[in-house]
């Protein structure tokens, strides 16, 4: 081949078009009403009711198909987590010269287990798959021999006698006070390895409840009432459903109900607001057929509520689609009203577990208002759609009534 050749050759492929990388958005535009999935009770609906007048029952039976409001046994012992998946903890009695005891083994209310020792503050560490704990008393300490699972109980409950103590348990850079009941401290298997799973048992008719903390105490009493009985029938629908993921009946957290433990009770001048609610409404548990339901609830809709089918796929008859104005009141909801999030283009491709995402398309839309499904298209043209409500799950934006407002490059 001449020189001549080759120097025509390198003119013309210098004109030719080379073939250019897809340009990724970096980011991606919502705008939408209210926060959290939207099935069963509005909680700013709920305010909203009892703001003008109305009681707890019709505030429920509102939110609620087809239900009664019974009572019901409530005595039973919840195991709740507080601590899911971590690699250390400690726990600490707050009342000088009450001492922690710790346990060897899974000590229930009526089993007898020697006392393992005594301490000021007891550390865990996950080692293997055993739970390692150190004890502290005073300005000495001492690790103690392995095992899988460790109980750790306080005075004044009912495993032990004494004064009353609350206890706080530290993990995670959290902190939480707890006044009641015992805890359970064990290694649980998970894919990259053992971690720590905390449990707190504690009755759920008032031990539980009292902890609870799902909607502010200075709400009208008529609210509090319907999240009282609400969150009672959430936990026995979910009560001796033992999970071994974390050890638990329930989450501690969103994922179940927020369980704030003793703060919640002592909170200033409204504390025992909520405490007297609970008390007021002991039992009382919303049925239908009998039976306790899960009794769902989220802070706000986009104006009505969802269908738990439209939700997560499973159908409840006691789940309707009804008008929800207070989600939409400013003076009561102005965060949610409306809002705005920009989603990062790695949060996106991860939702819908694809390498990339360069569009998004709404298929449809929900007669409550919700997305019914969202799909994504990746660069190299691959298509996977998602529920509406899995991709705010997964994406975190605060609920599923949104529209796509733009991408950015």
């Excluded at 002991?282 to 738990?308: D, N, R, V």
């Amino acid at each position: 081949m001449s020189k001549a050749f080759l120097a025509l050759l390198l003119v013309f492929s210098t004109l030719i078009p080379t073939a250019h990388a897809v340009d990724l958005p970096t980011t991606f535009s919502f705008q939408g009403s209210g926060y959290g999935h939207g099935v069963g009770l509005s909680q700013m609906g709920a305010r909203y009711m009892a703001n003008a007048g109305q009681s707890a029952e019709q505030i429920i039976k509102y939110f609620y198909k087809d239900v009664e409001i019974e009572p019901k046994d409530d005595s039973k012992i919840l195991r709740v987590n507080i601590g899911n998946l971590i690699s250390s903890a400690k726990i600490s009695s707050t009342l000088k010269g009450s001492q922690l005891q710790i346990i060897q083994g899974d000590a229930g209310s009526e089993s007898v287990i020697p006392v393992f020792s005594l301490a000021d503050s007891i550390s865990f560490s996950v080692i293997g798959s055993t739970v390692s704990p150190r004890i502290t008393n005073g300005k000495t300490s001492q690790v103690l021999p392995r095992s899988r699972v460790f109980t750790v109980r306080w005075s004044g409950t009912r495993y032990l006698e004494g004064p009353e103590t609350v206890i706080s348990v530290n993990h995670s850079g959290l902190s939480q006070r707890l006044r009641y009941g015992q805890i359970q401290v064990k290694a649980i298997k998970t894919p990259t390895g053992y971690r720590i799973a905390i449990t707190n048992s504690v009755r759920l008719a008032d031990e539980y409840l009292w902890g609870i903390s799902e909607m502010p105490s200075f709400w009208p009493i008529a609210a509090l009432e319907a999240q009282a009985i609400a969150s009672r029938t959430y936990a026995l629908s979910k009560a001796g459903v033992y999970r071994s993921a974390c050890d638990c009946d329930l989450y501690g957290s969103i994922s179940d109900q927020t369980f704030l433990g003793y703060s919640k009770e002592i909170e200033k001048k409204f504390g025992v607001v909520w405490k007297d609610v609970v008390t007021r409404t002991a039992g009382l548990t919303i049925t239908q057929s009998g039976l306790p339901i899960t009794a769902y609830f989220s802070s706000s809709s986009g104006g009505k509520t969802e269908l738990s089918i439209n939700a997560w796929g499973t159908a409840r008859a006691y789940t309707q689609i009804v008008d929800d104005p207070g989600s939409l009141d400013l003076t009561i909801n102005p965060r949610f009203v409306t809002w705005n999030r920009e989603v990062p283009q790695s949060v996106i491709a991860a939702a819908f577990v694809l390498p990339d995402v360069v569009s998004l398309e709404i298929l449809g839309m929900n007669e409550s208002g919700t997305v019914a499904q969202i799909q994504a298209t990746s660069s190299t043209g691959v298509k996977v759609a998602l529920r509406g409500e899995t991709f705010r799950s997964r994406t975190k934006i605060p609920s599923a009534w949104f529209s796509l407002v733009s991408v950015q490059n």
